[in-house]
């Protein structure tokens, strides 16, 4: 199915010819993702987006994924949390365990990896890939999605060795780039306003879901999906609910969250968030599969408010996400919530469970604010974050990779 003329009626014929124009060139390219999850995350839930209009522009895209034991995820995980600031152990022993899985993964992929003419490489896990496979044909780029601005040192040291020799880094904002040899680049992550995640609902089918779910309809509603992460501040989103409902009559919170498959803190995450809202009924926690895309969807329609209260966070797909519904976004002032969160225009930046309280009361008392600002959320991510741009900016990034990079620096932003 030609699924890129369906985006037409949302950004423009302009912006579709233009995405042609630049893969003109890039046809018939191999190009391979690695990353560590096919479920879970926002790299995931980009991938399963992005690979097949590449394809459809002809250019040969494929998704490989690292595998590991339960060590070595505990390790990513440390590395996750030392990059997002947290003095986390450094333990020669889960380094040798990630080296040695690289190593097998290498092994495996070795020859798909060695032929292509570009490999992204995303985040930590994979990231010794590229010292294992010497013999490479194409360009090399590190795709960092983590909020990596004061990474705790002796991590940041350790990776730094594995991810210098690379032909060029990506990051997700400015100020998540750290000093590397190599050219780095930025590109903002997206959503996809067709996939079953963001596409409009019927009422019926909102209705249904909330019944299942018992969220009442009749009732103020606000949510925040997120994997169960302490970084992602869960309990700090309790704790400010358990302030505002004092000011709104019935108010309800959806926490809603699955684990990822490389994510091995989750379940601890999920028990305190359970103790802390303490059997309250109106405190709706839900365990969700990786697959319940709809569910997310009619849960972020129903929402009067979408929260994602992070203290640390790379960009935050579900902050587009709930914008993309016309949601006023209440968000951590922290990473990439700061670039689609403008106070007071598209929702509220916050730095504390009552801030968030003072702005949810602000926004349940002005229903006309709630509707405005909604409003301008939904528009702000038509004309920033749709994947039509993400797109557009990955091919002129491979374009200057394979035609320009060797024959003088330029640096896209
Ligand atoms: N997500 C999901 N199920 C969940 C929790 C999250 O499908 O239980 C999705 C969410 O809708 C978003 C992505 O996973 O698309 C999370 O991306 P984000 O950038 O917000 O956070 P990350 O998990 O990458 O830190």
């Given amino acids: 199915m030609k699924k890129l003329n369906l985006y037409r009626d949302i950004v423009g014929e302009d912006i579709i010819n233009q995405l042609k124009q630049l893969a003109e060139p890039l046809k018939g390219i191999k190009v391979v993702h690695v990353n560590s999850t096919k479920l879970g995350g926002g790299v995931a839930e980009i991938l399963h987006k992005l690979?097949?209009?590449?394809?459809?522009?002809?250019?040969?895209?494929?998704?490989?994924?690292?595998?590991?034991?339960?060590?070595?995820?505990?390790?990513?995980?440390?590395?996750?949390?030392?990059?997002?600031?947290?003095?986390?152990?450094?333990?020669?022993?889960?380094?040798?365990?990630?080296?040695?899985?690289?190593?097998?993964?290498?092994?495996?992929?070795?020859?798909?990896?060695?032929?292509?003419?570009?490999?992204?490489?995303?985040?930590?896990?994979?990231?010794?890939?590229?010292?294992?496979?010497?013999?490479?044909?194409?360009?090399?780029?590190?795709?960092?999605?983590?909020?990596?601005?004061?990474?705790?040192?002796?991590?940041?040291?350790?990776?730094?060795?594995?991810?210098?020799?690379?032909?060029?880094?990506?990051?997700?904002?400015?100020?998540?780039?750290?000093?590397?040899?190599?050219?780095?680049?930025?590109?903002?992550?997206?959503?996809?306003?067709?996939?079953?995640?963001?596409?409009?609902?019927?009422?019926?089918?909102?209705?249904?879901?909330?019944?299942?779910?018992?969220?009442?309809?009749?009732?103020?509603?606000?949510?925040?999906?997120?994997?169960?992460?302490?970084?992602?501040?869960?309990?700090?989103?309790?704790?400010?609910?358990?302030?505002?409902?004092?000011?709104?009559?019935?108010?309800?919170l959806v926490l809603a969250g699955g684990g990822a498959t490389d994510d091995p803190e989750g379940e601890a995450v999920l028990n305190e968030v359970r103790a802390a809202a303490d059997g309250d009924p109106d405190v709706n926690i839900l365990l969700l599969p990786p697959d319940a895309h709809r569910i997310i969807n009619a849960i972020q329609r129903a929402s009067d408010i979408v929260l994602q209260k992070s203290v640390k966070e790379g960009f935050g797909l579900t902050v587009t996400e709930g914008m993309w519904k016309g949601k006023p976004l209440i968000g951590g002032d922290t990473g990439g919530i700061r670039l689609q969160v403008i106070n007071h225009h598209t929702g509220f930046l916050v730095n504390s469970p009552e801030g968030a309280a003072l702005r949810i009361r602000y926004l349940f008392n002005h229903r006309d604010k709630m509707i405005e600002i909604g409003n301008n959320a939904r528009e702000f991510v038509r004309e920033n974050f749709l994947i039509t741009r993400h797109l557009r900016e990955y091919l002129t990034l491979m374009l200057a990779m394979l035609h320009y990079q060797d024959k003088g620096r330029i640096e896209l932003s």
């Fill in 51 to 252: 690979l097949p209009l590449k394809e459809e522009l002809g250019i040969k895209a494929s998704w490989e994924v690292v595998t590991g034991e339960s060590e070595f995820y505990n390790c990513t995980k440390n590395f996750h949390n030392g990059l997002q600031g947290n003095a986390v152990p450094v333990d020669q022993r889960l380094l040798r365990i990630y080296e040695q899985t690289n190593a097998e993964n290498a092994d495996r992929l070795r020859e798909k990896l060695a032929d292509a003419d570009i490999v992204f490489i995303h985040d930590p896990q994979p990231a010794m890939l590229l010292h294992y496979i010497p013999e490479r044909k194409g360009k090399w780029l590190w795709r960092c999605h983590i909020d990596a601005s004061r990474p705790f040192r002796p991590i940041w040291k350790y990776l730094r060795s594995k991810v210098e020799g690379y032909d060029a880094s990506i990051f997700s904002l400015a100020d998540f780039a750290q000093h590397l040899p190599n050219t780095q680049y930025l590109i903002l992550p997206s959503i996809d306003p067709l996939s079953e995640k963001n596409i409009e609902l019927e009422e019926k089918e909102i209705d249904s879901i909330c019944e299942k779910y018992n969220i009442d309809r009749e009732r103020p509603m606000m949510s925040q999906i997120s994997r169960f992460d302490r970084f992602k501040d869960p309990i700090g989103v309790i704790k400010a609910f358990k302030l505002a409902k004092k000011f709104t009559p019935g108010l309800q």
